[in-house]
């Protein structure tokens, strides 16, 4: 950034003035030290995210759920169908016909190739089989709506 502005590397209170230029974030001194911040996710996978969007209701369940309404109080039937469910709530044969194009597990993030076809959605399908058999029984599984 010095040699961008052609300043002195250690004229630290004209470069803080630079920061909103340079990075176009804000920034100050601290401690000796220039600082900016950035409200940017530079490595983001999505710029938005919704539990279940378009989604609600994706994990099909091995057997009926009770639904309840108004603080849980009341019934109001059953379901089939979540949106979040332990592993072991869920029917694999359902999910693993038809799974979600991506898998963050275990702190990693798995995706299929957008709009995967023939080999590409086979070797998904596979591998999503493998890590969906890894995650414990006991795991809360949520679907998420995002978008890129």
């Known amino acids: 950034m010095a040699e961008h502005y052609a300043v002195s590397r250690d004229d630290l209170a004209t470069l803080v003035t630079k920061l909103v230029d340079y990075f176009g974030d804000e920034g100050f001194l601290r401690d000796g030290k220039l600082v900016h911040i950035s409200k940017a996710n530079r490595q983001g996978h999505f710029d938005w995210y919704e539990v279940g969007g378009q989604w609600k209701g994706f994990l099909r369940l091995r057997q009926p759920r009770q639904v309840r309404r108004f603080f849980g109080l009341l019934s109001a039937g059953e379901t089939t169908q979540a949106t979040s469910a332990r592993k072991v709530e869920i029917d694999p044969?359902?999910?693993?016909?038809?799974?979600?194009?991506?898998?963050?597990?275990?702190g990693k993030w798995f995706e299929s190739p957008i709009f995967a076809v023939g080999d590409f959605a086979e070797k998904?399908?596979?591998?999503?089989?493998?890590?969906?058999?890894?995650i414990p029984d006991d795991v809360m599984l949520t679907v998420v709506d995002i978008h890129s």
Do not use: N, S, Y
């Not at 038809?98 to 898998?103: H, I, Q, R, S």
């Not at 998904?124 to 890894?134: D, M, P, R, V």
């Open 124 to 134: 998904w399908k596979t591998e999503f089989a493998q890590l969906f058999a890894e």
């Open 93 to 106: 044969q359902a999910l693993l016909a038809d799974p979600p194009m991506a898998l963050l597990f275990r």
